[in-house]
């Protein structure tokens, strides 16, 4: 009996200390090469700045952030994540910026009874029927920002337009989401093929038809090269140009003065007029010294929502339902503003219109010129499982 409960004292004593040493690691991928690199290095600056923001430790714990590149490529952003989750254990993972690639990479994060925390790409497919209980969006999904510009154009009253954008997941979600709230007429619905540098063809046909706007979608290197050969064709000036996730600051840097006057739906910019933000930015800029983008935003979003859920679970993973349940109940506070989870795990949110112009020291900026959509909810939320458990 008593060598009983000494074994079982002595268990406790070790078991004690495993419990105050618990890390938590996560794993990070991003596109940090390829065409893509800057948007994938944004998010992972702001990432990381948002783990320093709570002492270098999520939840009050050791933190270890395993970064890995998915290159642009599906395949590869597959094996990094199955890599992560099989023989480094990580609990969570976060950071893709490419939608195709998430697709990719998210089954071997949830099969291994992993969580995803997107913190760019907000494919469709994981919004509706695809939905999961271990997947969250803490940036958006993919369709809500061009409806959100849907709706400004219809404000203007334009009737005819002409709408343009890569061939992959996004550039469809980006697609089907304008077309889901504008209520005029598309004229031409041109893919170009992903990565696409040279648009002299693309934009040898557009001055050929009649349009009273055009809508692109042309993130990171592409959207530089598109802007600034729109302008040097002189379209600029004479076709009105509205976009998404194209001119922000990951991009306007390379596009320059083309860039100027250019109007643009979102969720966050730079000039957001609240404290947290305001912080956010002038910490970013003293790190990085640059101006932050929206991937860096929702970099360090997610990394202060990781932190804020595992304290709620008092400073542990238990599991993934217990994390899950933590990222749905915690009272986060976001850089943004207005946020929180709907029940597919997509944010509601708040939406502004953004105009390119200078500040003050002459550099190009997104400033907020009014709000087009309040506590916003994505069109996939009904088809998903998780909403009819959960009303």
């Known amino acids: 009996m008593l060598k009983s409960l000494g074994a079982a004292i002595l268990g406790l004593a070790l078991a004690q200390p495993m419990a105050q040493a618990q890390e938590i690691k996560?794993?990070?991928?991003?596109?940090?090469?390829?065409?893509?690199?800057?948007?994938?290095?944004?998010?992972?600056?702001?990432?990381?700045?948002?783990?320093?923001?709570?002492?270098?430790?999520?939840?009050?714990?050791?933190t270890e952030v395993l970064v890995r590149d998915d290159q642009g490529k599906p395949d590869a952003g597959a094996?990094?994540?199955?890599?992560?989750?099989?023989?480094?254990?990580?609990?969570?993972?976060?950071?893709?910026?490419?939608?195709?690639?998430?697709?990719?990479?998210?089954p071997r994060v949830l099969d291994a009874d992993g969580i995803?925390?997107?913190?760019?790409?907000?494919?469709?497919?994981?919004?509706?029927k695809g939905c999961n209980s271990h997947f969250f969006s803490v940036a958006h999904q993919n369709d809500t920002v061009p409806e959100t510009m849907g709706i400004h154009l219809n404000d203007l009253g334009i009737k005819n337009l002409y709408v343009m954008a890569p061939n992959f997941a996004a550039g469809k979600d980006m697609i089907a989401g304008l077309k889901r709230t504008f209520k005029g007429n598309i004229v031409a619905e041109i893919y170009t093929q992903f990565g696409q540098l040279d648009y002299s063809a693309e934009l040898a046909k557009l001055r050929s038809v009649e349009t009273d706007a055009l809508f692109v979608f042309y993130p990171g290197g592409m959207g530089v090269n598109f802007f600034k050969q729109l302008d040097q064709a002189g379209l600029k000036g004479k076709?009105?140009?509205?976009?998404?996730?194209?001119?922000?600051?990951?991009?306007?840097?390379?596009?320059?003065?083309?860039a100027l006057g250019l109007e643009s739906t979102a969720y966050w910019s730079e000039n957001l007029d609240n404290p947290l933000n305001k912080q956010f930015v002038q910490d970013f800029e003293k790190t990085y010294k640059r101006i932050p983008s929206p991937r860096a935003a929702?970099?360090?979003?997610?990394?202060?929502?990781?932190?804020?859920a595992l304290k709620q679970n008092g400073g542990q993973f238990k599991s993934a339902d217990e994390f899950a349940k933590a990222l749905h109940?915690?009272?986060?506070?976001?850089?943004?503003?207005?946020?929180?989870?709907?029940?597919?795990?997509?944010?509601?949110?708040?939406?502004?219109?953004?105009?390119?112009?200078?500040d003050d020291q002459g550099r190009l900026v997104n400033k907020v010129i009014k709000t087009i959509a309040t506590d916003y909810a994505d069109s996939y939320v009904g088809q998903c499982k998780l909403s009819k458990a959960k009303s």
Not at 79 to 106: F, H, M, P, W, Y
């Open 26 to 62: 996560v794993g990070f991928i991003a596109s940090l090469s390829g065409s893509q690199a800057t948007l994938g290095r944004d998010l992972l600056d702001g990432f990381q700045l948002g783990v320093e923001s709570v002492g270098g430790k999520l939840g009050g714990l050791p």
């Open 79 to 106: 094996q990094a994540a199955q890599k992560l989750v099989e023989r480094d254990r990580v609990s969570i993972v976060t950071g893709i910026n490419l939608s195709n690639v998430l697709l990719a990479a998210v």
């Open 116 to 128: 995803y925390l997107s913190i760019n790409a907000g494919p469709s497919e994981l919004a509706g």
């Open 239 to 258: 076709i009105p140009v509205y976009t998404v996730f194209s001119t922000d600051q990951d991009t306007l840097p390379g596009i320059g003065d083309a």
């Open 298 to 308: 929702m970099g360090y979003d997610g990394a202060r929502l990781i932190d804020a």
């Open 329 to 358: 109940s915690v009272d986060f506070k976001s850089i943004r503003g207005n946020f929180k989870f709907d029940s597919n795990n997509f944010p509601i949110q708040d939406y502004y219109l953004l105009k390119v112009e200078k």
